[in-house]
């Protein structure tokens, strides 16, 4: 019955706390105080509630009884009023140090009361706070001896403090060697009988705490002992704990390499390796052909650099190669010894050339020969190089009597090593007649491969090696495309695009769920300003869960400036295949969801003694949650949300001006890459402007803080607070050209402005009266270019001139990226202006006045460039419903890359390969997207 009372007491308080009636809920703690019920709980509450108030007199208040009830003798052990200390000193920054404080002083004042005990390691292993935990763990292992878990705790703690960057350098030294003696006692423990080994409480017993053990010795540079640790009877491999498990081997290698035991590591990979003729042997032969073991052995040769042991190594890998001829890694293994030998003045480069010549031989129906010669033909010189090439292409010849799934891989392979090191490789000396001939000679190939029959009851059509001769014809296209652009290398660019794309439309007929020619697509409708064909594209990838993380930005990377509004809605698909707010919204998800799963796996993986995938998981966690995609998707969901509307997106302000440290996790190796080693990737050349990154987020941060201050005005409830301004000539300075467009440059230079004007309205005294001034004659200037270069004349701006397509000389047909992207930044600015004027000369505002004759002008300006905006879309738009636009782009396609003389093979070839029905769908598809982007664009409001 009591607890039913106190009970219903306590909730009358929270319901007048969740009400925000904080007057309400003090009085009531106050009148039970008086009736005599004169706690600790009630206190802490109180102050929790004081804490809570916006004006600072209150909070200090609250936060000085708190700080006092913290250092109050004796210690207070109420776990109830223990958790509200800790809700209040949580909220507060630099008090981890009283939080420790409250819980270690708790936890001495009753050390018998493991609920405490473990609410306090709780507590502090959620909040990442390793040397609060690791002084929990410690505690508990001391006061509950028998409870195994609580050992391994404070070892694992030790360790997380021990790796943690923001340790001091004394703290890791300290309890590096905490968790190194800690855990060298565990393994010294185990009894040389198994059978006993469960009553040995403190020994390691699992192949998890070897794991950890051995990431202890790692991380304390101790690789010799790991190997040695591994060779012994009661925990080495042989163990009953580990049981000859292949992933300790791993480690072993690991170990030696590291340590740099090569006499020893040698012996051992042989000892891996050695030949066997029972079946048992070959078995284990199978197992132990590991590329680890092999580039251990290869090492070990190296470094102990003995005439004598490299030939013994030599002979041993022949041996090998001759017992398993289709051994990838040892052949691998002896091209490596013969490029070291040739890097060391060992051995002449044609050795290395013969090598070369001998794996191709061995491989030339396998796909992956290109990559694994990638690492060792650039070492040729410039003749054995074209004599390679040219041994390869003759060696064509017998690849007709290739059959199955082979068939054609070796055409591909050396159509791979031409464009790497002929085409790619002397770009500047390569001629039109030379790509044409490639690009033809690859479509043709592509033609002459027989793909499987499709069984009526398959229900996907798998991709074959042949797909890459596409991709491959596609690359060369857009690779060079730019050679011969007469001045024009945009518009000749955006043509070779659309080439290229139906060639890829085409290979998907086939193959319609080839990763490779779908994310090159999406890249490639993204450059075309076919936002809604890249979305429906995208969608194919069927991007799951981390990819998120890794893959996702290939869309997402300045969709809010290319195609912020939803695509017409495609039957049986899902919102977020053709609205991109929807999409980033369901990544956004994806990273909240993934933090309340880690953090679930974190507490199993605790309690299950899972060390290693525990450190994992805390890492996982750590880089998603300072991720750059993630505060990225944030900045850019509400981005679209202000120039094209839609659910509010206030939940991800916090996210968005987050400024806490950023792990970039972006992938590109999705994308096929058959350029040169060391110089840029495909994909690079290919990209929707810079790669953003700190300046791009800084600049976004920056104007996402104006929108949210010119809200806060019209709400009458200012929001000042500090904020990191961007230094013009720092985070929008030249350097900038390397993360930012131009546009992105410009739009973020006004907008600063903007953010000093709206900062000066809101009543912040950082801004002075003279700084308005400057600020707003800059915006009216920026406004008058923005006409200037938006002014029609017969149909053409300047605007439209740099930033469109043209399948006609002068005449702009349909808008690249670069045409959308500029307009969606300039309505942005041109929004937060045209909100300024108008909070400005709204009768009544209690914002701050600014000079009446810029307001006034400034309105006029704003509107002016929304209508020019507005008369360039729908001029650009009637450009594509004109008659002969769709004969025009299928002659496009179809018109090779120069003069009629140079494009027949190339047309033919093409005419050949591609579908007309199908390209004709292309080709009407992309009009509707390009139609669907403009449309986008008229739908922006002020």
Not at 490 to 512: E, F, K, V, W, Y
Request: negative net charge.
């Amino acid at each position: 019955m009591a607890d039913n009372v106190f009970h219903r007491r306590n909730q009358q308080i929270q319901d007048a706390i969740e009400g925000q009636n904080m007057k309400q809920a003090l009085n009531l703690i106050d009148k039970r105080v008086k009736k005599g019920e004169d706690t600790v709980f009630l206190k802490a509450w109180k102050a929790n509630i004081l804490s809570c108030h916006t004006d600072n007199a209150n909070r200090q208040r609250g936060l000085a009884d708190t700080l006092e009830l913290c250092q109050r003798e004796p210690a207070i052990t109420d776990i109830n009023a223990l958790d509200i200390l800790h809700q209040t000193l949580s909220r507060e920054e630099g008090q981890e140090e009283a939080l420790r404080k409250l819980w270690e002083r708790a936890a001495k004042a009753k050390s018998q009361d493991l609920n405490l005990q473990l609410k306090w390691f709780s507590y502090a292993f959620e909040a990442d706070d390793w040397k609060s935990a690791q002084k929990a763990a410690m505690s508990l292992q001391n006061n509950f001896p028998r409870e195994r878990k609580f050992y391994f705790w404070a070892i694992f703690l030790s360790y997380l403090m021990a790796v943690d960057t923001a340790s001091s350098e004394a703290d890791r030294k300290l309890f590096g060697t905490l968790a190194y003696r800690m855990i060298s006692k565990a393994a010294e423990s185990v009894p040389s009988d198994p059978d006993q080994l469960l009553s040995a409480p403190r020994a390691i017993q699992t192949s998890e705490e070897m794991i950890l053990l051995i990431k202890i010795f790692e991380s304390q540079g101790r690789h010799a002992e790991v190997a040695k640790i591994l060779d012994t009877e009661n925990v080495g491999l042989k163990s009953k704990i580990l049981n000859n498990e292949w992933s300790f081997v791993g480690l072993k290698l690991i170990g030696l390499e590291s340590a740099g035991m090569w006499s020893e590591g040698l012996a051992y990979t042989r000892s891996l390796l050695a030949i066997s003729d029972d079946e048992a042997g070959r078995e284990a032969l199978q197992a132990h052909d590991d590329w680890a073991v092999w580039r251990l052995l290869i090492s070990a040769t190296e470094n102990i650099n003995n005439p004598e042991t490299t030939t013994q190594i030599q002979n041993f890998i022949k041996d090998f190669i001759n017992f398993q001829p289709n051994s990838r890694n040892a052949q691998l293994a002896q091209l490596e010894l013969i490029s070291w030998g040739v890097e060391s003045g060992k051995l002449e480069n044609k050795q290395l050339f013969n090598a070369c010549k001998e794996y191709l031989d061995r491989n030339k129906a396998r796909l992956y020969t290109f990559g694994d010669l990638c690492r060792y033909i650039p070492a040729l010189d410039k003749t054995l190089l074209s004599e390679f090439i040219d041994y390869q292409l003759k060696s064509l010849s017998e690849e007709s009597q290739a059959q199955g799934p082979f068939k054609g891989v070796a055409k591909i392979n050396a159509l791979k090593v031409e464009y790497c090191f002929r085409l790619a490789s002397d770009e500047r000396n390569i001629s039109r007649q030379q790509v044409v001939d490639f690009v033809s000679r690859c479509l043709r190939a592509y033609r002459e491969t027989d793909r499987p029959a499709q069984s009526e009851s398959s229900s996907a059509i798998e991709s074959q090696p042949s797909d890459d001769l596409l991709v491959l014809a596609s690359m060369c296209l857009i690779r060079f495309s730019g050679l011969w652009a007469d001045g024009n290398e945009g518009n000749t660019r955006d043509m070779t695009l659309i080439r290229a794309a139906s060639i890829l439309d085409r290979l998907l007929l086939d193959s319609p769920h080839n990763y490779q020619a779908l994310l090159l697509l999406v890249r490639i409708y993204l450059l075309l300003g076919a936002g809604s064909l890249a979305l429906s594209t995208f969608s194919k990838l069927s991007v799951k869960n981390m990819q998120f993380e890794t893959v996702a930005h290939n869309l997402f990377t300045r969709l809010a400036t290319i195609h912020p509004h939803p695509a017409p809605p495609v039957e049986g698909a899902e919102n977020k295949d053709f609205d991109p707010q929807a999409a980033l919204v369901h990544a956004l998800y994806f990273y909240r969801h993934a933090d309340v799963t880690t953090s679930r796996n974190r507490e199993k993986g605790l309690d299950l003694g899972a060390y290693a995938n525990l450190q994992g998981t805390i890492d996982l966690q750590r880089r998603l949650r300072e991720s750059v995609c993630q505060r990225m998707w944030a900045l850019e969901v509400r981005r679209m949300q202000r120039l094209v509307g839609g659910d509010s997106m206030n939940r991800y302000e916090e996210l968005a001006q987050n400024e806490s440290p950023l792990l970039d996790q972006r992938e590109f190796i999705a994308f096929m890459n058959c350029e040169p080693p060391g110089t840029p990737k495909f994909e690079e050349r290919m990209r929707v402007g810079p790669l953003p990154k700190g300046r791009w987020m800084v600049s976004s941060r920056m104007t996402d803080h104006l929108f949210s201050i010119l809200r806060s005005i019209s709400l009458q409830k200012p929001g000042l607070r500090d904020i990191s301004v961007p230094n013009p000539d720092g985070n929008l300075g030249p350097a900038a050209e390397s993360e930012m467009t131009a546009a992105e440059i410009e739009g973020a230079r006004i907008n600063l402005n903007l953010l000093k004007v709206a900062l000066f309205m809101g009543g912040s005294k950082s801004v002075t009266s003279d700084e308005i001034d400057s600020c707003l004659a800059q915006a009216e200037e920026w406004l008058e270019s923005k006409l200037k270069a938006l002014a029609l004349d017969n149909d053409i701006s300047q605007t439209m001139s740099n930033t469109t397509i043209c399948l006609k000389p002068g005449k702009p047909s349909a808008p690249s990226w670069r045409y959308l992207h500029e307009m969606f930044i300039t309505f942005e600015s041109v929004k937060a202006m045209s909100q300024i004027a108008a909070l400005a000369s709204k009768k009544g505002s209690k914002t701050v006045k600014l000079p009446g004759g810029h307001v006034e002008r400034l309105g006029e300006l704003t509107h002016q460039v929304y209508e020019s905006i507005r008369k360039n879309t729908r001029t650009l738009k009637s450009h594509i419903s004109e008659s002969g636009m769709l004969s025009d782009l299928i002659e496009l396609i179809l018109g090779g890359l120069g003069g009629e003389d140079e494009g027949k093979e190339l047309r033919a070839e093409l005419v050949e390969t591609l579908d007309p029905s199908a390209m004709e769908m292309f080709c009407g598809s992309l009009m509707e997207s390009w139609e669907e982007g403009l449309e986008g664009l008229m739908r922006v409001s002020l």
